[in-house]
Each structure stands twice: as structure tokens, then as C-alpha cells.
């Protein structure tokens, strides 16, 4: 973006040019702006029309390209994969495409999807009645080895039935008992795609219906965290639970989501700074979907769990890249947020995401008033600065 305009002192009451070249269209488009004033004022030495374009110039990119909105929207293919919601243009590029779209169809929800969801039922049922019988096995070696058995069994049946390709890399970095695993967040099915590989403790909140049969079934084999929906928002109540969690290095490793939101698998957003606060061993882990087979992004404003879940069996297939880091500890002198982005870092740097620091919560909030203050303070500095200049100058 070029922006030119006149000297101080002389830009009230005459025109100011403004050259605005996009990125997109390459081409340059002139705005004529008229300033005006109704009364007699005359500018200060200590202060240009220039020092506001900062804000102008940040501003107008923050609207051409927005890095936060993008990341809550399904990747854009550059090629069609033959599934409707990639693009619905491209269904009449040509009547070969169209019946090879057709058959495409036919295949997937007459042939693949019957079999999915015969697949899906079966995992489910098993995962709810065996652990239910485990859970009256008295606590041992025994009932560990079983339950462990059984969620890996239950968890590689859904797997299938979504038609996941995983590829897991360095296993030996493979979460222990005792740990947190920490991996970015793309989609609920992160916790089969993970589990299907290893057991985890997972953590959660309290639900009711199907949902909430499968929670108490599975935390009778298992020492799953399930939270009260009034526990929820008690920090000191979740770190304890996390805490003495940890401490009994015969207990599974818990598996924790720190962005809280599910992200498009082109970035990695801020990680909350509860799970690092605990002092324990974390795990770091890189999730990447390929889009090109199965869109594997929950976009939870637009769809629901079930009509989520049904575009996930009507895919090709999901296809995606587990990669398993080298275990990470809290540095002396370093606070929790710090070691958060840390592993934050170093997940996006395998898994080749962009690292932002945005908070995923502006998904659904609006933008706090303390990241206002910050480029509020930022602003001030750039007055502040440029003052110093000119008085030495």
C-alpha cells in the first residue's frame, strides 16, 4: 500500500491523494479525499497528518487480510476432489466431470456410508459395553490390561469407519503415564485419531444423552476427568484435578487441547496456560489433515455435531500426518505462558502451520479490551518517539 499526502500545516481545505495498490488485482486506484474544517486551527510542529496513517495503513490490511477470521472458515482447495462442498461451480465445468461427480456420489453415500456407519455403530456399542464390565473388575494390573485392550480396539473400529489413513512419526517420543500430551486442534475426531495409537485420560465436561452414557461408561474402566458444567469455570478446582492427576505416574497420560476451539489446520492460536501450569512433563504433538480427500475442520457455527459427522463419512477418506515430539519441561525463570508458546512453536513449526497468538476465543467473543490497550500503548509510543526525534533534531 502507498499512501502520499501534503505537508503539515497545508492539507486543511485542499485535496489529499490517496494510492491504494491492492495485492489481488495488481492494479492502482486513486480515492480523492476532501478535508474540511468549519474552524480556524493551525497544527502543532509536534504532530503531522503522517503520524495517523499507521493506524489507516494497519487498519485497511487488517480488513484485505484478515489472519484470524480466515482460520474459523474451511481451507480453500486449489483443485476440486469431486465432493460438493468444495466448490459447487465446479460441478459444470464440463458433462465428463459431472458424471464422473455423479458416480462419485453414488458411491460414496449407496456404498461407503452404509459401511461406515455400520462401522461407527459397532465401535460405539462395543466401546460402551465393554467398559461398562470392565468397570466392575476390581482395580489391578488386570483391569488396566483390559481396558487398555479394549478403548484401543473400540477407537481403531471408528477410525475405520471414518476411512482414516494416519501416518504417526517418531514414536518414540510417544506420550508416558504421568504427562499431558498438548496437540493443536482441528477437529473432535482428534481424540480417535490419537487414541487410536495409545490410551489416553481424557478431559472434559459433563454431557447428558449419548454422549454423557459413553463419558460414564468409559470412566469406569478408565480414570477419565469429567468436570461438572459449575466446575468448569473453577481454575484452582481443574488445576487440582489435573495435578493429583499427574502425580500417580500409574495413571494415563492426560490428552488436552489447549487452543479450546477447533482451527482450520492452517495455524496454531494462542494455547491456554492452565495445563502448563501444573509443573508435570508435557508432550507435544502436531496434527495435519490433507484436505484434498475429507475436510477434516469442525466449523461449529455452520454445522452441527450430526451433520458434521455425516460430511465426514461421505468424504473419500481422512487422510492425515501424527507427529510425536520430544517431551518438554517448564525452564527455570520461565513463566507458564511462556512455556506455552514454546510448545506452541514448536508444534506449528512440525506441522507446518503459521504460529499466531491471537486467541482462539475470539471465535465467539469479541476482541478484549486489554489486546485494545496494547496497540493503544503501541500508538502512544510511535507519537512519543517521533516527538523525541523532532525536539532533538
Known amino acids: 500500500m502507498l499512501i502520499h499526502s501534503l505537508p503539515a500545516g497545508g492539507a486543511f481545505g485542499r485535496n489529499i491523494t490517496v494510492s491504494l495498490v491492492t495485492a489481488e488485482h495488481k492494479a492502482e486506484q486513486h480515492w480523492t479525499l476532501n478535508v474540511q474544517l468549519s474552524c480556524s486551527f493551525k497544527l502543532d510542529d509536534s504532530f503531522d497528518m503522517s503520524d495517523a496513517f499507521y493506524f489507516c495503513r494497519r487498519g485497511i490490511e487488517s480488513i484485505v487480510d484478515d489472519e484470524v477470521t480466515k482460520c474459523f472458515t474451511a481451507e480453500e482447495l486449489e483443485s476440486w476432489n469431486l465432493l460438493t462442498r468444495s466448490n459447487y461451480n465446479f460441478n459444470h465445468i464440463s458433462s465428463r466431470l459431472t458424471v464422473l461427480w455423479g458416480l462419485g456420489v453414488v458411491i460414496r453415500y449407496g456404498f461407503l456410508l452404509p459401511l461406515r456407519l455400520t462401522l461407527a455403530i459397532t465401535g460405539v456399542g462395543l466401546l460402551v459395553v465393554l467398559t461398562a464390565m470392565i468397570g466392575f473388575l476390581p482395580n489391578g494390573r488386570m483391569k488396566n490390561f483390559l481396558s487398555e485392550k479394549v478403548h484401543l480396539m473400540c477407537y481403531r473400529i ?19 503415564n504421568g504427562g499431558i500430551c498438548v496437540a493443536n486442534h482441528t477437529s473432535p475426531i482428534d481424540v480417535i485419531i490419537l487414541a487410536s495409537d495409545g490410551c489416553y485420560a481424557m478431559v472434559g465436561q459433563i454431557h447428558g444423552g449419548l454422549m454423557g452414557l459413553i ?55 494462542m494455547f491456554k496456560k492452565g495445563s502448563f501450569e501444573i509443573g508435570s512433563t508435557v508432550y507435544p504433538v502436531a496434527i495435519k489433515y490433507d484436505p484434498r480427500f475429507g475436510e477434516a475442520f469442525w466449523n461449529s457455527s455452520q454445522f452441527g455435531m450430526m451433520n458434521y459427522l455425516l460430511r465426514m463419512m461421505s468424504s473419500w477418506a481422512i487422510v492425515c500426518s501424527v507427529w510425536y515430539l520430544p517431551p518438554m519441561i517448564r525452564q527455570e525463570g520461565e513463566d507458564a505462558m511462556q512455556f506455552a508458546n514454546r510448545v506452541k512453536a514448536a508444534i506449528a513449526r512440525q506441522g507446518g502451520l503459521v504460529d499466531l497468538l491471537w486467541d482462539g476465543g475470539l471465535k465467539r467473543g469479541k476482541v478484549k479490551d486489554t489486546f485494545k490497550e496494547e496497540q493503544q500503548k503501541l500508538y502512544s509510543k510511535i507519537l512519543v518517539g517521533t516527538q523525541e526525534v523532532r525536539s532533538r533534531s
Open 158 to 176: 471408528c477410525v475405520r469407519a471414518l476411512t482414516a489413513i494416519i501416518t504417526y512419526h517418531h514414536s518414540e517420543n510417544k506420550p508416558k
Open 215 to 269: 463419558q460414564r461408561s468409559m470412566v469406569k474402566a478408565c480414570p477419565h476427568i469429567w468436570f461438572e458444567r459449575s466446575e468448569v469455570k473453577d481454575r484452582h478446582l481443574v488445576a487440582k484435578r489435573l495435578s493429583d492427576h499427574v502425580k500417580d505416574k500409574s495413571k494415563l497420560p492426560i490428552l488436552i487441547f489447549p487452543e479450546g476451539t477447533c482451527i482450520n489446520n492452517t495455524s496454531v492460536m
